[in-house]
């Protein structure tokens, strides 16, 4: 059996790869996907911790229901995301989000 | 960790996930960017597997490769991504610094039993099927409330993208 | 296929091989039997499909290497395998050597949850329908990296149209794919033909099959949907930049695709291998599902070969604003009648036991139902079809009408 702190580490490095990427790349789309290998990071935690969680008797699902809801909100999260980085695109030419600063102050 | 069909794939699929991860960071052309991190969530989807969450894993993939992944092409593609940036990071020595002391922060947190818990010594032999998802998910004393959110949630996500994205001159 | 593997494996651990060796060898011979089906039944599929078009246009078909041309496939891989393989110079290597590989493997992987008989089938998963809509999304990925890492714009336009298509078509084949998982209450293969012994589920929910089998033609990207090559329009779609071999595993995927459907068919609406005597041998079993999935495989050959390309408009106006609807209500109205019959005590609660007696009343309003639906599309066609030709006789309605797409 593979113990469960590997399962951690691999999920941390993964969300470390993550936040790598949100904080130093430019595009706005892979800082999308950045933030998509967050989630599922989470999402790899969420499982193995429901997995190796002692259930007793009845079972559990907590951690499995999670996961199917942190899935649906990646999917909404890419959908509406993409549309704005469209926008931004047609509006001003830019997908560098330092670049859409009209709102600042 | 002995030698078995399940630790064997657990090396597989973390180099899967940890590689398309770089991938996903480090190429400059973000079509192949979009291809690693189809690479880097497959391996997820094998993580799932081995977890004894099919499931999971089939929708997984179904809605990263099959939606989200071409979702993303389209997106590079209507913005010129691939072409057009020439530089790839900002601030990409602090920003490296942070992730790593990230990376260790949390790899003392679950190696290192701190917060008293302790790593279990087996697995539960039975776990919930997929049938058991079903229910718990239509269930009143289960998931029903979150699943009708979410069910709003997708289509308010659908309308919005739709209407944020639309081209009001075509 | 398990009892094989287990009795291969402990034939081998008699014989003094490690156990651990012994399990992967006998895994791996399963593994090898079960991807090779689909790998000899395409070059014969090959010749049937060219031969079966041949007829239909009034031709012969190949008729030259082997007995009645049975041969020709193999001389065509030849001269395929033979072929110079052209890499372009701006190509994306690894990309464009991929796609073919990931687009043949989505079709072959399918086969790994395909009961063939009751006994034989690589795996039961209990998620048997879902991971064969997975699976099918490789086949997506596959042709979009194939159209970017040709470098070539006609292969991008028409992987994007190619895509655009796959991905709408998904929607009204997932929802026509749940109605024989919700009427079996099981999303294994095995479970959904077991479920069909007291009734098919094509006369539960022809319309299911129907919505079906229209976009599992789409996903194939046959006629009338074959914007995949579209030889006129856009030279030849997202493979025009590959020849030789890597060419033929896209041909060969396609081929493959359609007659994988055929049986994918077969398992959720015709049950599969049942039929009389299938309990005798495992080959008569196996010879049902074979008949079953080959006739319809012959009826998208037919259909091919009869009628004309769609536009991509036409085809996106008609998933979106007909079929995607149509399957969402066949889905609700389905799943809401099965639910009262329940509650009412005419419908047997497990469809897995039920016998043809139990299931009649069932049938039979679902069969209403279904009917009635049916009748009413008709007419809204029909009404359709007669604005159409009614603006199309009337020479200030077509003014009028290219005028408003003009703006």
Known sequence: ???????????????????????????????????????????????????YSETGTDLLLNGYAFTAFVLIVAAAEAAVGLAIIITVYRNRRSVIPEEAATLKG | MELNAISIGFVVFSIFTLGGGFGVVTTRNLFQGTIWLMVSLFGVAGYFILLSAPFLAAVQILVYIGAIAILIIFAVMLTRSVARIKERYIRILPSFIASLALFLILLLGVTIPIFGAHSP?????????????????????????????ASVLLTAAMIGAIFIARDENA | MEELCTGLCSVLAES???????????????????????????????????????????RIGPNRVGPVGLLQTIADMIKLLSKEDITPTAADRVLYNAAPLVSFASVVLIWAVIPFTPFHYGVDLEIGALYFVAIASFGTLAIMAAGWASNNKYALLGAFRVVALLVSYEVPLVFALLLP?????????LDIVNAQTGMWFIVLSPLAFVIFYISSQAETGRAPFDLIEAESELVAGFNIEYSGMKFGMFFAAEFLHVFTNGIIMAILFFGGWLGPLYYESPLIAFAWLGAKGGLIYLTTLWLRNTVPRLRIDQIMAFNWKFLVPLSIANLIAVSFALKLLQELGWAPRDLLSASFGELLPTTVI??????????????????????????????RAAIANVGAAAD
């Open chain 3, 16 to 58: 003094g091989a490690d156990a651990g060796l012994a399990l992967f060898l006998s895994l791996l011979v399963g593994v090898l039997l079960v991807s090779g089906v689909p790998l000899i039944t395409v070059i014969l599929l090959i010749w049937i499909e060219r031969k079966v078009a041949a007829r239909i246009q009034d």
């Open chain 3, 366 to 395: 679902l069969l209403i139902i279904n009917g009635a639906m049916i009748l009413y599309l008709l007419g809204v066609l029909r009404e359709r079809g007669r604005e159409a030709r009614r603006e199309s006789h009337d020479p």
């Open chain 1, 1 to 51: 059996m593979v113990p469960l702190w590997m399962y951690l580490a691999v999920a941390a490095a993964l969300f470390s790869i993550g936040v790598f990427g949100v904080l130093a790349r430019r595009n706005a789309v892979a800082i999308l996907m950045s933030v998509e290998l967050m989630l599922n990071a989470v999402n790899i935690n969420l499982v193995a911790f429901w997995r």
């Open chain 2, 121 to 149: 010594e087996s697995i539960p032999e039975y776990v919930a099927s997929t049938r058991n998802l079903g229910t718990a998910l239509v269930d009143e004393n289960g998931f029903v409330v979150p699943f009708l959110l």
């Open chain 3, 181 to 189: 998982v919700m009427l079996a209450g099981s999303m294994s293969l």
